[in-house]
């Protein structure tokens, strides 16, 4: 009987590739695709192999690190989350110029409906646009599967392949059936040495063969099992359905659907099959997660002699996740009996934890600014941005991450003062680095609080890669070490955390405030693990 | 047999816990599962819900569709209330009665009691009190999963066996803990769906 486990989807995926034979796992944490990387750390089969599984600085990094595992061989996997592959981007878009040599495959988690993100970006854009083929599971069983798929289409084809989750795939469990584990690949080399070195005149060469792959990789979406093509007696409509849709669209059909339906769950876009479905039917409904990639496509700019509807047209809606309910009425049956909402229910929003030092760091800091008549504080992404949220109210931005310094800079440039940039530590190595130079180059006039827990807290506690060494990295860049103060947040210590913001908003230069207390959720895991 | 189920509560109550001893006991009985969860931000003492969803047959979707839920479990009232669109017209209510008041405007307790009570299938138990009288203050959620139990189409027995494995790991005197707390909770649902 074959081995049966409950998995989240990323887990099913994150198993499915260390039983492809990965060699190394690189990431940055970032909701929803943290757990991917987080299993293989735990898997005893990871371990036992040497896989490599610690995080990367961000993931710029962990693309590059990736391609160079692939580059000599070996099967190498990048995760992360939809935003990450802006800062990953330009590697992610020149692998598919150099190509892959051991099997490479970038996992992205898109978020749609903006669950723990700034926006609801649709990775398999970036799949077209770099000519990378992308798969898309609906299951975790087939999370599991296309893990194997796509490092198998990687090394046939020898391009990096991008694997597409959405949050429900990403965050729901379910029992997936596991093949047998198989070996990582030895050390070997590219057979094609010269597009490893994109210089223009191989750039150009490589260029065209990329553009002659990407055509039979369109042929290969249309031969492919993931790309399933059903018939249905009622053709008054045919329906395409893409990702995780698939399953909203069954759940509304119990007992099979009458209309004929492809299912996209491979791409580039198999054309010839949605061809055969437009020929087949009188009008087309195209479901899709995330952005209306697909109806675009299929709707082009010119007049079509076929009624298509989907996200565009209004039958669903043209921002956030779909669900069951949204799709049936796309599908035009009635809705559900269901109870009316509670009229007393309000909102919940998340919090800080009571006892955060990043508390602490904010009631100083919002005490400190109000004695301003216009203070401005810039800051990133992490658990702080809850300080926007009452009873703070002590962030006035919130961009992407490492753009608390750098829009410090700017802003402090064009004569705002005080501009404080207020970025965590990890955010800070991510991102922040980079920026703190300029200003350090440029004399910028800001207060940087780097609000230090000595860890990623937002996604749960993963290993912050400038722990220990903060000091040393901001005097490093150029700050002065005379105004770079470390305090520990603590409410016996506000009025000193007061006195210091003061002094170092004053000072008309680069200054860096490290607020440092362990964060309260890794502390009670430490304390745990102490008392064992 | 099919049972679709909102667990919901307040981001650090351990409804993840519930949907994992359910879960252990469904694939005990050879039912198939899918349970949607929420990671990430909300997790920080916002409003928490999971989809946990078990059948015999093929399961498709991770979400529950509105009006099929056939329970709501929650360790908080107001988060019971908050998924009463989900809820299938026939469907129960299982509830913690004791809020977590982590904000300004949260509503009026005798308000939220009077529409809990309105629903016509609703178990109501102070889940804390329970899990303190059966020694074990912390195990308030396998009290509330007790109180669950009569109406899940699994045999307690099954349950019982999903709380040794997952907390095993833990000792005897935390899965005995656990075990009386789950079985208070049993006896009130028991009692009050008897009336």
């Known amino acids: 009987m074959p081995k049966r486990e409950l998995l989240l989807g990323d887990e099913a995926l994150a198993l499915g590739a260390l ?57 190498a996997m990048v995760c992360m989350k939809h935003v990450g592959l802006n800062v990953a981007a330009d590697a992610f878009v020149n692998s598919a110029m150099t190509g892959a040599h051991g099997g490479l495959v970038v996992v992205v ?69 596991v093949a047998a584990p198989r070996d990582p690949n030895p050390l070997s080399y590219p057979e094609q040495p010269r597009q490893w070195v994109l210089m223009p005149g191989n750039s150009r060469l490589r260029y065209k063969a990329l553009i002659d792959d990407y055509a039979r990789l369109e042929n290969e979406a249309v031969r492919s099992p993931f790309n399933r093509y059903t018939e249905g007696s009622d053709r008054r409509l045919g329906i395409i359905a893409c990702g995780i849709a698939r399953n909203y669209l069954m759940e509304n059909y119990p007992e099979g659907c009458p209309y004929p339906v492809l299912e996209i769950a491979q791409y580039p876009l198999p054309k010839e099959s949605v061809r055969r479905l437009a020929a087949e039917c009188q009008e087309l409904l195209i479901i899709e997660e995330g952005q209306p990639l697909v109806e675009q496509a299929v709707r082009g700019v010119l007049p079509v002699p076929l009624k298509i509807r989907g996200r565009l047209t209004g039958e669903l809606p043209r921002t956030g996740e779909l669900t069951p309910d949204s799709v049936r009425a796309a599908l035009g049956l009635a809705p559900h009996r269901a109870h009316a909402a509670s009229e007393i229910v309000v909102p919940r929003p998340p919090a800080l934890c009571q006892g955060c030092g990043h508390r602490d760091m904010y009631t100083a800091l919002t ?54 940039a207020v970025i965590g530590d990890s955010t800070f190595t991510h991102s922040g680095m980079t920026g703190l130079l300029d200003a350090v180059n440029e004399g910028a006039d800001i207060t940087v609080v780097i609000s230090d827990n000595l860890t990623t807290g937002m996604t749960g506690g993963q290993d912050s890669a400038g722990t220990g060494r903060l000091e040393q990295i901001c005097a490093g860049i150029g700050v002065d070490p005379a105004h770079i103060r470390v305090v520990v947040p603590l409410p016996k210590n506000r009025e000193e955390m007061k006195q210091i913001l003061r002094e170092e908003i004053a000072y008309k230069g680069v200054s860096v405030i490290i607020p440092r207390r362990e964060c309260i959720q890794t502390a009670k895991r430490h304390a745990a693990a102490k008392n064992k | 047999m099919k049972k679709d189920i909102i667990l919901s509560g307040v981001g650090g109550q351990g409804i993840l816990s519930i949907a994992t001893v359910i879960g252990h006991a469904a694939l005990a009985e050879g039912l198939q599962l899918k349970q949607a969860e929420v990671h990430g931000m909300s997790q920080r003492g916002g409003d928490v819900q999971s989809h946990l969803r078990i059948s015999s047959r093929e399961i498709r979707s991770d979400l529950i569709p509105r009006g099929g839920a056939d329970l709501i479990v929650s360790l908080e009232p107001m988060e019971a209330l908050r998924y009463l669109p989900w809820l299938a017209a026939e469907g129960w209510v299982v509830t913690g009665t004791t809020p977590v008041v982590n904000i300004p405007n949260y509503p009026d307790e005798a308000d939220l009691k009077r529409e809990l009570q309105a629903l016509p299938h609703v178990i109501l138990l102070d889940a804390e009190a329970l899990a303190r009288e059966a020694g074990s203050p912390r195990s308030a959620n396998m009290a509330l999963l007790g109180a669950t139990a009569p109406l899940l189409g699994i045999e307690a027995g099954q349950l ?36």
Request: negative net charge; contains cysteine; charged residues 20%.
């Open chain 1, 19 to 75: 039983h492809a034979g990965l060699s190394g796992v690189f990431a940055y944490p970032g909701t929803p695709s943290t757990e991917i990387t987080e299993y293989i750390q735990g898997h005893p089969l990871a371990a036992e192999r040497g896989v490599h599984r610690t995080w990367s600085t961000n993931e710029k990094t962990a693309m590059e690190e990736a391609l160079g595992m692939s580059f000599v061989g070996k099967r």
């Open chain 1, 109 to 177: 988690a898109d978020d749609p409906s903006m669950h723990s993100s700034q926006n609801e970006q649709d990775s398999r854009f970036y799949g077209q646009f770099a000519l990378i083929p992308v798969l898309e599971p609906a299951s975790q069983q087939e999370a599991y599967d296309m893990a194997r798929a796509a490092f198998d289409l990687s090394e046939r084809y020898r391009i990096p392949v991008l694997m597409r989750l959405t949050t429900r795939m990403a965050h729901s469990r379910a029992v997936v059936e």
């Open chain 1, 367 to 420: 005490e400190v600014v109000r004695e301003f008549p216009d203070g401005k504080v810039f800051s990133d992404i992490g658990c702080y941005t809850l300080g926007w949220l009452a009873p703070f109210h002590a962030i006035d931005t919130c961009v992407d991450m490492g753009a608390s310094i750098t829009m410090a800079i700017g802003a402090a440039h064009a004569g705002q003062h005080p501009a404080i």
């Open chain 2, 160 to 195: 019982e066996a999903g709380i040794r494995a997952i907390f095993a790991r833990k000792g005897e005197a935390v899965v005995e803990a656990n075990l009386a707390a789950f079985r208070a909770g049993y006896q009130t649902a028991q009692k009050q769906t008897e009336r």
